[in-house]
């Protein structure tokens, strides 16, 4: 989600920070040398590098054995990635409120979603949407891994847990106790304002559900939420506090409170005319980004424990990083280092190295300067772009913030699986800045080799993880 049309959230600028010479600086009187255990020597540039080494460890080897979502293409991940193929958009004027005063009246709606058989009709008619698509996405990638509700029992629950993410959390609720604050007195206020608001409900009601008391709570890095997820859920496993956790990232923020808030950040695109080909990411003619909304999410386990119970392996988890920006509210660094590191280090985690990656599946928000320095960014990584393709799920089912990372770990997998890279729509006079193949409006087929998926959020967060076909 980073990068807005204007600079005018930028801070004043800063002059550098000075710091006095260090007290063991070796040209102070009063050091000592120390031991030398102690020194580490640096690597030469004349040195060897070793190629880097993958998990072989079945204890800490993280496979993908479940996938989930709720999209503005419906809840089925294999529907979902034909749609993608297909090159359709889920783009079109939104009709959930009434937005013909906004500057922008189009988002990635979901239209005519249904929980019935995941969430009592009780709870369904007061759960905020963010919620009810977890729940349901949730359930259903552990139907795909083969521990719908009747199976759950076989698994040791106290080593499952629950770890899914939101960018804004139950926004409507939240919109909604506000307004009955101000027209109707504090004594008006649902119950389950607080509940149902906070971002770790999510997990929190999936893991009630369900009885998975493993680690439980949600990470909350606006638009690199679920990588961050994702990242974090699969340590717990390679750290051995875990054999199982369902992780991904849900968002509902398509109402008034939440386009009012991105139009004032002069953040999305404004092509009412044409809402199918507002989302270009790469396009010259870019305007911003489009709203979308929806859950992803990934039921990740051991090696080891997947292949005890004889469940359906379908891609492998190899690894990945976050770290941070530290530059500005909105937007990228110029120089990329943010991104360009996230990816290294995601790499070394993964024991990948730069050759071996031939798919990206990029952030890529259709924003005039984001897009733009992740592919710089990219560029500092890999210097050889010839064999790699990257592509923009976004430009289909527009940016589902918090959510974006789940649904695009799924597009990622099925790409490993298929061997079919879904289309960047809407590559009309591509950035010719972009030397990559941006499998322009139209699906390649493509061997992939090892695929990462990028996640960048407000607050200079980047996420990066790394995924492959299984092979024992």
């Given at each position: 989600m980073q990068a807005l049309l204007s600079p005018t959230l930028r801070p004043s600028s800063l002059s550098p920070l000075h710091t006095k010479p260090n007290s063991l600086s070796s040209n102070s009187p009063k050091c000592k040398p120390p031991n030398k255990a102690f020194f580490f020597t640096p690597r030469?540039?004349?040195?060897?590098a070793v190629a880097p080494k993958r998990e072989t460890d079945p204890k800490k080897r993280v496979v993908i054995t479940g996938m989930g979502l709720?999209?503005?293409?419906?809840?089925?991940?294999?529907?979902?990635y034909e749609k993608l193929l297909d090159g359709v958009s889920g783009i079109g004027p939104i009709d959930r409120f009434d937005a013909s005063k906004f500057p922008t009246r189009f988002a990635g709606q979901i239209h005519n979603f249904s929980s019935e058989g995941y969430i009592d009709g009780k709870n369904d008619r007061r759960l905020d949407d963010c919620l009810r698509y977890c729940i349901v996405a949730g359930k259903k990638a552990l139907e795909s891994a083969d521990l719908a509700a009747d199976k759950l029992s076989k698994i040791d629950k106290v080593r499952a847990g629950v770890l899914v993410g939101t960018g804004m959390g139950?926004?409507?609720?939240?919109?909604?106790?506000?307004?009955?604050?101000?027209?109707?007195?504090?004594?008006?206020?649902?119950?389950?304002?607080?509940p149902y608001a906070i971002t770790n409900m999510a997990s929190a009601l999936l893991a009630i559900d369900l009885g998975l008391m493993g680690p439980n709570y949600s990470i909350s890095t606006a638009c690199a939420t679920s990588n961050y997820c994702f990242y974090a859920a699969a340590n717990h496993i390679?750290?051995?506090?875990?054999?199982?956790?369902?992780?991904?990232?849900?968002?509902?923020?398509?109402?008034?409170?939440?386009?009012?808030?991105?139009?004032?950040?002069?953040?999305?695109?404004?092509?009412?005319?044409?809402?199918?080909?507002?989302?270009?990411?790469?396009?010259?003619?870019?305007?911003?980004?489009?709203?979308?909304?929806?859950?992803?999410?990934?039921?990740m386990e051991s090696?080891?424990?997947?292949?005890?119970?004889?469940?359906?392996?379908?891609?492998?988890?190899?690894?990945?990083?976050v770290n941070c920006d530290a530059y500005h509210m909105t937007d990228p660094r110029a120089d990329?280092?943010?991104?360009?590191?996230?990816?290294?280090?995601?790499?070394?985690?993964?024991?990948?190295?730069?050759?071996?990656?031939?798919?990206?599946?990029?952030?890529?928000?259709?924003?005039?300067v984001g897009d733009l320095a992740e592919v710089n960014a990219i560029k500092k990584v890999?210097?050889?772009?010839?064999?790699?393709?990257?592509?923009?799920?976004?430009?289909?089912?527009?940016?589902?913030l918090g959510a974006a990372g789940g649904m695009e770990a799924i597009a990622s997998v099925k790409a490993c699986t298929t061997g079919w890279l879904h289309p960047t729509i809407n590559q009309f006079d591509p950035e010719p800045s972009v030397e990559f193949n941006t499998v322009p409006n139209k699906k390649q087929q493509h061997e992939v080799n090892v695929a990462i998926s990028n996640s960048f959020g407000f607050g200079g967060h980047n996420s990066v993880v790394v995924f492959s076909a299984f092979k024992p």
């Open positions: 030469a540039s004349s040195q060897v709720v999209s503005v293409f419906g809840n089925d991940p294999d529907v979902f139950g926004l409507t609720v939240f919109s909604d106790g506000v307004q009955a604050l101000i027209e109707k007195g504090h004594r008006r206020i649902t119950p389950f304002f607080i390679r750290r051995g506090e875990a054999d199982l956790m369902v992780a991904g990232g849900t968002e509902a923020a398509i109402l008034p409170i939440g386009l009012g808030g991105f139009v004032a950040c002069r953040a999305l695109s404004q092509r009412n005319d044409d809402p199918q080909t507002a989302s270009r990411p790469w396009d010259k003619a870019r305007d911003g980004f489009v709203m979308g909304e929806g859950s992803g999410v990934l039921v090696l080891e424990h997947a292949m005890k119970r004889g469940a359906p392996i379908i891609a492998e988890y190899l690894g990945g990083a990329g280092l943010g991104v360009s590191s996230c990816i290294e280090r995601s790499l070394e985690d993964a024991g990948v190295s730069p050759e071996e990656v031939n798919y990206i599946n990029a952030h890529a928000t259709s924003t005039i890999f210097k050889n772009t010839s064999e790699i393709k990257i592509n923009a799920t976004k430009s289909m089912i527009g940016h589902c």
